[in-house]
């Protein structure tokens, strides 16, 4: 996991780099370095023309200094250019070769664009010939590469503005800002870590010094990319830009595997309240999930109709006579009525970690003496999209969240005293007292019905497997179990999607079918 800054602290650690420099524009050069490494890798794969849409403060001098970098390599590099600008960056441009673009025509031949525009300052988005030399790039299918952060995305809160750069990859330095871990436009976020000459410490080293992380984000897309990546590292000349984290997780994945001593209760036994007469696949699909996630006994609600297609469950009328478990998934298509608001109280009642998802989310919505038990319940993980999000924040505020999903979050999960695991291609979770983590799953291949009841089941799973490992697991250690489910469902989203003839929509049985190799391919990353 890479630790997320904020601008302020971002900033201070510029200033205490910049006070060490031995000459001007050194830390500007090593970055700008770094974006022509960044750029150089990208051009691998369609090779073309450069053109730069440069900011008139420091951003637009890493991205001039850049072009000339890769001028000197043979690049054909143009730049849009502001009437103030970094006037000694865009002299090297000229003196490298590279050309001021006057038209508002994107030049023949781009195969990429470097937004270098704004960096931390970008919370307005683009305008005028910057705007539509963007739309003409994204409309012709060229790859944009942002420096520091998009223009158009608040670099703290993530909000995004209209007319915002969604980029495919964005270099950024030190360490990640908050930006990155709240807002999926980022694309692939590369890191890159500068130092000075001469024994300074540093950038992530000075970040590191000056304060805490407000966040973590892990990014290790589960499709590869158009561009070279090698055992988790952006394969750059002098492999100055590096990802390091493990594939979407932040640690070991825990795993699964059967020991020697192992029955069939000591992985975890997890109950699901899923499904119904109305929506019965829901219920198929999260215990389909749950039986592959995991080797130990998975309960499930229901009359023994679903064993036909699922042998491995042991059903159970009710709630009351479902037997020993380590932990509790309710509400994918389980309904809303009075019977399902019933069941949801006896189910947290029990007082053990529980997920509660769709339906039992509508339900959380709707009845604020659910909430309160919520919110004394000793673990509950709450699993909303956007939409759901909303609709809870609404009940529980009386107001609708703001754009900034991580302020949102963070009050919500204090509100609710819950784990809040706000689903998207960009997950991001968060609990009470602890930072915001995040990972892009780098594909939306999951974005197909039925898949989010696939998530809750292998949740469910692996939440069941920590409770039987461990009593008293801390707030990190269930996070951290939270986050290997959602690489687990991204990795075998990606795999579903997957074809002889390459990647097409994929369905949530699909996705579930692929838990296992999913689980295998990131264990197999750890070693």
């Excluded at 994918?332 to 009642?349: H, I, N, Q, W």
């Excluded at 998207?424 to 197909?448: E, K, M």
């Amino acid at each position: 996991m890479r630790p997320a800054y904020t601008v302020a602290t971002v900033r201070a650690a510029e200033e205490r780099l910049l006070a060490q420099q031995s000459e001007p524009d050194q830390l500007m050069w090593l970055a700008a370095a770094a974006v022509a490494d960044t750029a150089s890798v990208m051009l691998e794969a369609q090779p073309g023309a450069v053109l730069i849409l440069a900011g008139s403060g420091g951003n637009g001098g890493d991205g001039l200094y850049a072009g000339a970098e890769l001028a000197s390599r043979g690049v054909s590099v143009h730049a849009l250019v502001p009437e103030r600008c970094h006037d000694t960056a865009l002299a090297a441009f000229r003196e490298a070769g590279g050309s001021v673009f006057p038209a508002d025509a994107l030049p023949s031949g781009s195969a990429l664009l470097i937004d270098a525009i704004a960096g931390l300052g970008s919370a307005r988005g683009l305008s005028g010939t910057a705007l539509s030399l963007y739309e003409q790039a994204v409309a012709s299918g060229v790859p944009v590469l942002a420096v520091d952060m998009p223009t158009g995305i608040d670099a703290d809160t993530g909000v995004v503005a209209p007319d915002t750069v969604e980029a495919d990859v964005t270099i950024t330095f030190g360490s990640p800002r908050m930006g990155h871990a709240l807002a999926a436009e980022c694309g692939q976020v590369v890191v890159s870590d500068l130092k000075l000459p001469g024994g300074v410490p540093s950038f992530a080293e000075t970040l590191a010094d000056l304060d805490e992380p407000t966040g973590f984000i892990a990014h290790e897309p589960t499709i590869a990319s158009p561009w070279e990546w090698t055992a988790g590292e952006l394969a750059l000349p002098g492999g100055r830009a590096t990802r390091p984290w493990p594939v979407g997780c932040t640690g070991p994945i825990a795993n699964p595997t059967p020991g020697a001593h192992s029955d069939k209760y000591s992985g975890g036994v997890v109950a699901l309240a899923a499904g119904s007469d109305t929506y019965p696949g829901a219920g198929i699909l999260c215990a389909t999930a749950a039986v592959r996630a995991t080797p130990s006994m998975v309960r499930f609600i229901d009359d023994n109709t679903i064993t036909s297609l699922l042998p491995e469950l042991v059903c159970h009328p009710d709630v009351p006579s479902s037997g020993r478990a380590q932990a509790w998934v309710v509400g994918p298509g389980r309904g809303t009525d009075s019977a399902a608001a019933t069941e949801l109280r006896k189910v947290l009642a029990q007082g053990l970690p529980t997920i509660l998802d769709a339906d039992a989310l509508t339900l959380l919505a709707r009845n604020t003496s659910l909430r309160r038990t919520v919110a004394e319940h000793p673990l509950t993980i709450l699993t909303p999209h956007e939409g759901e999000f909303t609709r809870l924040y609404k009940a529980t505020f009386s107001t609708a969240p703001s754009a900034a999903w991580g302020e949102a979050l963070r009050e919500l999960a204090e509100e609710l005293n819950s784990i809040i695991l706000l689903k998207g291609r960009l997950t991001r979770v968060t609990a009470p007292g602890q930072p915001i983590y995040s990972f892009n799953a780098g594909h939306s291949f999951a974005a197909t019905p039925g898949s989010g009841d696939v998530l809750s089941g292998v949740l469910g799973a692996v939440i069941a497997q920590l409770s039987a490992a461990t009593s008293s697991p801390s707030p990190a250690e269930i996070i951290t179990e939270v986050l290997h489910a959602g690489a687990i469902h991204a990795h075998a989203a990606a795999i579903a999607a997957e074809t002889p003839d390459g990647f097409a929509p994929c369905s949530a049985s699909q996705i579930a079918a692929a838990i296992p190799q999913a689980i295998a391919r990131l264990l197999n990353a750890e070693r």
